[in-house]
């Protein structure tokens, strides 16, 4: 290791990463994540109490900063999108110098601080995710630095620099609680294992020395435990051997680490150096730990802002990946190139004979992707990034592994080295210098790749791997300058060597991000300046822009926002589903409740309740809905049952914007309206016009020629042109996500008109984004084609789906659906739902279609799907709902209660739904639930019976404010509250002092509801 100084390769490296950054600033909108943050930094920037005024996902750092920004600058989602460039710069940045600082090339710390870049998900037609105001990218930029003040402190021997960790540490957790528990305790390891406590002179050890010396041995497995403990939740053995193993063995190595070059440190002196982390920590924490804790009480501030016991990880759990077979196989071929260096080495493999493997084995890949070319539906790139993203997992625990293993063979060997050396003669030794440094770094890789508890999926990994590939840089200059070398037999050539053997990675990187670079120009082009070339957000909130053929949510979402801000007035509320933030905050129009990010089960059914009584105590008179099916809240609408029996019950239905539903209070209802603010032809030629080339200008003749939105005239036209046009045709149709071109794929399906490769495209789009109008041409598919009726079914299953949700939207869309299913014969229906042998996704098709096809014929089969124990449960919860559409639920109500032992999402929903309070059975059916020794299911059982408002549930009630589980007594309490019975007074009276500060809260909600009101 040595010093580094700035040179034009260092600031050209900066620069390159921070033009892509900044060039995409202006490019697309999450309507989800991004628009609730957005929201919750406006009312943090007005003054809106966090946690208390309205909920908020994580620590205050992320809505204070930007909120901070809002002020001093302007409520404009650009300020915030411009700082992410600066912090995602210079995280990069700190990768690519770090990696240096352990060892690593310029060229190998490029490539890997590129890497990170490549990982970072964009969504051509949609998004880039390092635009979201996520706290995660101020957690990595800020977890790095805290990295680099380590290898500082343990270079320079000053406290200052412990001041300084302890100050990013404390930073890390203001953003985000989980990520800096574990920056900590993985710093406080580092700082641990880099330390040996000073003997008194005379030799022996003092008091002091002892307790000193056993706490800072102990530091490195209070970190596994606490790992462990983290992971109690909802951890398998998989989580625990991916996560919390590789913490467990950068813990046990610490301890190989020479005593040689560890920092020798009093008693005194190492406390000291605890005291300067913990002041920096609390300077950071203290200041607003103690006033959110002041502002809410212990319970509250646990739970609203450190999660504490709300069991969440039981809703985002995402267990580790498997590692496929290609993932074993990548681990097999690093492993042969360690062991091919090695061979080189000691001469038992000859440059000839490599050359002659290595071009068979050329040829034969060459030959072998001639003879049978890889696919790529998705395109080049998109194929590159998805085989990327699908062995990134098994990438991240390689290079882990290897760093471990590289690390604990340097100790053993340094060990081996210093027992033979005199001490004045080991301080030239380069390995005294890289490996505690390198330690910091494995320190640092392990606990970053922890967060990715509980939801390992892709988008929490890329935070998760930062140090890991400053790793990773350190081990691929290792490899290839070994390999160089004994390749090249010269040093000189043996680099050039090594920097060739990176190409491959530096391609890759470039076909991951040649999207973003090809958009990014494009922007540059039509982007920044007054060009039709893209569509434009109208709103000085979020002056955003998208390509035309991606443009319709921003013309659904201006026009919504001009239709509110004309029929509102400023300081009036609107109410928004599921996670429709985004247009509070771009008509600056106030949720009335605390509440705008509905995830099934997070939010459970108690925030549902309060909702609710929300809604209640300050009506709004436009509800905004969305009439799509966004991933993860699809369910949304069925799930919170008693919400949407509040909403369909006090509004109506009196506009389509697009993607978006408004509804208002009857007193303000309206005409119905579907307002189609732009066709999909209409974007799809604007965005035509601005392509060159034979197949734009084919397509765009062909589009031209369309005249009608009925979707088999553009499938008859679509089969008459060039497999070009369709392909191109194809790539519009997916980027605009148009139902309407879905079923118009769905019928070229059918006539067989698509090429191979262009097929299995419009297959995936037609489950992306098909509606039930795809069908029938589908089923008439599957008819001429037997070989696809795998793929049709699962086409059906799809679809089927996306009916089921959209006969629960507060729009009640059901009877649409409907007539899009008029080409499906019920007998068909019935024989695919009654036969076990056929596919499993096409009879849940058939049990859902049935309900859409309107004939009670195979209500038979239906009623024996529901009662037989011995068929797949999805079938009965379908066969249920079919029952419900047909208007045949009543005679088998009670066996359609019961099945909440198996669903709480479709059976809760149909019992909400159809309960009539004069059936006795299913009054006993749901009673026999609410006392259910499995306490999800007795949850369910209560808020369902909470919801209904029956009389006769009274007793029920009563006796679970006695129940072991807060959510059932929460429950008890609310539907008391809603039943209004004065005699309920009493019981609830003595449920006061319930140990749950949620469960008195609902308590007191309830007695007010009865007239009863109690002082704060």
Not at 731 to 746: D, E, H, N, Q, V
Not at 849 to 873: K, Q, T
Not at 879 to 902: I, K, M, N
Request: a positive charge.
């Amino acid at each position: 290791m040595r010093g580094r100084e700035w040179s034009w390769v260092d600031g050209a490296f900066f620069a390159v990463t921070a033009l892509y950054f900044y060039s995409l600033v202006p490019y697309g909108l999450n309507l989800d994540d991004e628009g609730t943050l957005l929201y919750q930094i406006y009312r943090t920037a007005l003054g809106h109490r966090l946690y208390t005024d309205f909920h908020a996902g994580y620590t205050p750092g992320v809505y204070l900063w930007n909120a901070f920004l809002f002020r001093a600058l302007d409520v404009n989602v650009l300020y915030l999108r411009f700082a992410l460039t600066i912090v995602n710069s210079l995280a990069v940045y700190l990768i690519y110098t770090v990696a240096q600082r352990i060892g690593a090339t310029k060229w190998a710390a490029a490539l890997c601080a590129w890497s990170y870049v490549a990982l970072i998900p964009f969504y051509d037609g949609q998004f880039f995710s390092a635009n979201i105001p996520y706290p995660i990218w101020y957690v990595t930029l800020l977890w790095l630095a805290g990295t680099r003040c380590i290898i500082g402190w343990w270079q320079a021997r000053s406290s200052w620099w412990l001041l300084a960790v302890g100050a990013l540490a404390g930073a890390v957790f203001t953003f985000k609680p989980n990520s800096g528990v574990l920056a900590a305790g993985g710093y406080l390891a580092s700082i641990a294992a880099l330390t040996i406590i000073e003997l008194p002179e005379n030799g022996s050890r003092s008091w002091a020395a002892k307790v000193t010396d056993w706490v800072r041995g102990l530091v490195p497995w209070v970190l596994v435990a606490g790992v462990l403990v983290m992971m109690r939740g909802a951890a398998t053995s998989r989580e625990v051997a991916a996560i919390a193993l590789p913490v467990a063995a950068v813990a046990a190595a610490s301890f190989l680490l020479p005593v040689t070059v560890r920092h020798r440190v009093a008693p005194r002196g190492a406390w000291g150096m605890a005291a300067a982390f913990s002041a920096g920590f609390l300077a950071v924490v203290a200041p607003w730990v103690a006033h959110y804790w002041r502002e809410m009480g212990t319970q509250r501030f646990l739970r609203a802002t450190l999660f504490v016991g709300t069991d969440f990880e039981r809703f985002y759990f995402i267990g580790y990946p498997g590692i496929s077979w290609f993932g074993w196989l990548l681990f097999g071929a690093l492993v042969g190139l360690v062991v091919l260096v090695w061979l080189l080495r000691v001469r038992l493999l000859s440059r000839g004979i490599l050359g002659v493997g290595f071009t068979i084995a050329a040829v034969a890949g060459a030959l072998l992707l001639w003879l049978r070319p890889p696919p790529m539906v998705e395109g080049f790139s998109a194929s590159v990034a998805m085989r990327l993203r699908d062995i990134s997992f098994a990438l991240a625990l390689a290079a882990f592994w290897g760093g471990v293993a590289w690390w604990l063979a340097k100790s053993l060997r340094l060990r081996r080295v210093l027992r033979t050396l005199p001490p004045e003669a080991c301080g030239p030794l380069r390995a005294l210098r890289i490996l505690p440094v390198t330690l910091v770094v494995l320190y640092s890789a392990v606990m970053m790749h922890a967060q990715l508890y509980p939801r390992t999926d892709f988008m929490h990994l890329v935070p998760a791997v930062p140090a890991l590939l400053v790793l990773s840089a350190l081990l691929l200059t290792r490899w290839s300058m070994r390999f160089g070398v004994v390749l090249c037999r010269d040093v000189r050539a043996g680099r050039w060597a090594a920097r060739a053997m990176l190409v491959p990675i530096a391609g890759i990187i470039v076909a991951v991000t040649a999207p973003a670079w090809g958009r990014a120009a494009y922007l540059w082009v039509h982007g920044w300046r007054g060009s039709e070339g893209v569509v434009r957000l109208q709103s000085g909130r979020a002056p955003l822009v998208v390509e035309p053929a991606a443009g319709r949510l921003f013309v659904a979402l201006s026009e919504l926002t001009r239709f509110l801000s004309a029929r509102t007035s400023p300081g009036e509320f609107i109410f928004t589903f599921p996670v429709l933030d985004v247009v509070s905050f771009l008509a600056d129009r106030h949720n009335p409740t605390r509440h705008g990010y509905f995830f099934p089960g997070w939010p459970g059914h108690e925030v549902e309740a309060e909702v609710i009584d929300s809604l209640r105590q300050r009506p709004p008179r436009f509800v905004v809905t969305l009439h799509d099916h966004p991933l993860f809240f699809a369910s949304a609408p069925a799930y919170y049952f008693n919400l949407r029996r509040y909403i369909t019950a006090n509004y109506q239905w009196i506009r389509r914007v697009g993607m978006f539903d408004v509804l208002a209070t009857r007193d303000d209802a309206e005409p119905l309206q579907e307002t189609d603010v732009v066709s999909d032809r209409t974007l799809w030629l604007q965005e035509l016009s601005y392509r060159r080339g034979a197949v734009a200008a084919e397509l765009r003749h062909v589009l031209s020629g369309v005249e009608t939105d009925e979707p088999g005239v553009l499938a008859r036209a679509l089969a008459a042109a060039s497999p070009g046009a369709q392909e191109s045709a194809v790539w519009l149709i997916r980027k605009s996500r148009s139902a309407y071109g879905a079923a118009a794929l769905a019928t070229m399906l059918e006539l067989q008109e698509l090429p191979a490769r262009v097929e299995e495209l419009a297959v995936r789009i037609v489950a992306e984004v098909g509606t039930g109008e795809c069908a029938a041409p589908l089923l008439r598919w599957m008819e001429v084609m037997p070989a696809r009726r795998a793929t049709v079914a699962g086409l059906l299953f799809h679809i089927s789906s996306k009916l089921g949700f959209e006969s629960y939207w507060f729009s009640r869309a059901w009877q649409e659906a409907e007539a899009r299913l008029d080409g499906v014969e019920w007998e068909q229906l019935a024989q695919w739902a009654d036969n076990p042998w056929e596919p499993l996704a096409l009879r849940l098709f058939a049990v859902r279609a049935i309900g859409h096809a309107g004939s009670s014929a195979a209500v038979p089969v239906l009623i024996r799907l529901l009662g037989d124990r011995g068929e797949w449960r999805d079938l009965a919860s379908q066969a249920a709902q079919s029952l419900a559409a047909l208007g045949w639920v009543e005679p088998v109500f009670p066996a359609v209660v019961r099945l909440l032992r198996d669903d709480q999402l479709w059976a809760a929903a149909i019992v909400a739904q159809q309960w009539r309070a004069s059936d006795p059975t299913a009054r006993v059916a749901l009673e026999v639930e609410m006392s259910s020794r499995l306490a999800h299911v007795r949850t369910t059982a209560f808020w369902i019976a909470a919801g209904v408002r029956d009389a006769a549930l009274q007793p029920a009630l009563e006796a679970g404010l006695s129940d072991s589980v807060p959510e059932v007594r929460m429950a008890a309490a609310w539907g008391l509250g809603e039943l209004g019975n004065p005699s309920a007074e009493a019981v609830l009276r003595r449920h006061l002092d319930d140990p749950d500060d949620r469960v008195a809260t609902f308590v007191r909600g309830a007695l007010a509801k009865l007239g009863v009101w109690l002082p704060a």
